[in-house]
């Protein structure tokens, strides 16, 4: 019981990095961006690459799988997401669902579509357990480490957005830019670095989850309905919803496939119509956006 709720935890915290980029962008810049998934796939893809054909090894990995995350975003906002900010959120949609078939298209042509695998260093391979019956805990090593990098990446992330003066200065850009700008708030930077920090911490997870969540080109479409599950029933007004939604979904979806296997993910959309019934704005709700 114990394995699962822990299995759950670090399912869920991964899931959060995935997706607090795209609760970022939607919820603060008014942004539909459906294509998030494929900066996470970039990022592993990142990480297979450098590993495999420059013989890095994994955790130095992990920075490359950010900047170049980044760095791509900073390219694409700059050069084709700026000007559809003020578009209507179906051209949104549709521009950015095409970039996910380019993305995918792209990475099945020069890369192949077969599974990548990584090769983890030995200390994270272990496991370690504790306890005996149903109350023993099984600890897997890698799933311990994505918990730690995770719960201090979250930690930091809303230190940022609540007690730095770059949180205060995007804040002001999403509630009224023209104000900002007045200011003297270069909103046009802000939202550029801000994109581009939540495509890094996209790139990121899809880094530490190619192992537990597997690689191919396949990736922003099979995982793009949890990253708005996550957006959606936590809400956009801070990172704590998405922290709880995810976290909810990730025991949930461990939970539901170990004890009713046969419903798969039936469990965790089940829990998504609930909670939006109850919540339909979300678990935490924020006025505001840029429009």
């Known amino acids: 019981m114990l394995t699962i709720l822990f299995d759950g935890l670090a399912y ?26 494929a900066f996470a796939m970039a990022g592993g893809y990142i990480t297979v690459l450098a590993m495999q054909r420059l013989g890095l090894p994994f955790l130095a990995c992990l920075p490359l799988a950010f900047v170049g995350a980044a760095l791509l975003g900073a390219v694409l906002e700059r050069t084709l997401y700026r000007p ?5 959120h179906l051209d ?17 042509y020069f890369v192949g579509s077969s599974q990548q695998n990584i090769q983890l260093p ?8 504790w306890g005996e019956g149903a109350w023993q805990l099984g600890m ?10 995770c719960g201090l990446l979250t930690l930091v992330l809303q230190a940022v957005l609540t007690r730095t003066r770059f949180g205060s200065r995007l804040r002001a850009a999403v509630d009224d830019p023209r104000v900002a700008a007045g200011l003297g708030i270069n909103v046009n930077a802000v939202f550029l670095l801000t994109f581009s920090v939540g495509s890094g911490l996209a790139g990121l997870g899809g880094a530490l989850g190619a192992e537990v969540l597997g690689l191919d080109p396949t990736f922003p479409l099979k995982y793009m309905i949890y990253f708005l599950i996550v957006v959606s029933v936590g809400g956009t007004s801070s990172i704590t919803g998405p922290l709880l939604a995810a976290l909810l979904l990730g025991v949930a979806d461990v939970a539901g496939k170990y004890f009713i296997p046969k419903l ?3 469990i965790v959309y089940t829990l998504m119509i609930l909670i939006l019934l109850w919540r ?12």
């Open 264 to 266: 798969g993910a039936f």
């Open 280 to 291: 339909p704005q979300g678990l935490f709700t924020r006025r505001g956006g840029r429009g």
């Open 140 to 149: 897997g090593h890698y799933r311990l480490f994505i918990i730690t990098v």
């Open 84 to 88: 559809l900010y003020n578009k209507p």
């Open 12 to 37: 869920g915290m991964l899931l959060f990095v995935l997706a607090v980029g795209l609760a970022v962008t939607l919820g603060l810049m008014n942004f539909i961006n459906l294509a998030h998934g």
């Open 92 to 108: 949104q949609v549709l521009f950015s669902i095409g970039l996910v078939f380019m993305a995918v298209a792209g990475v099945d």
């Open 122 to 129: 030995a200390w994270l391979r272990g496991r370690s357990e």
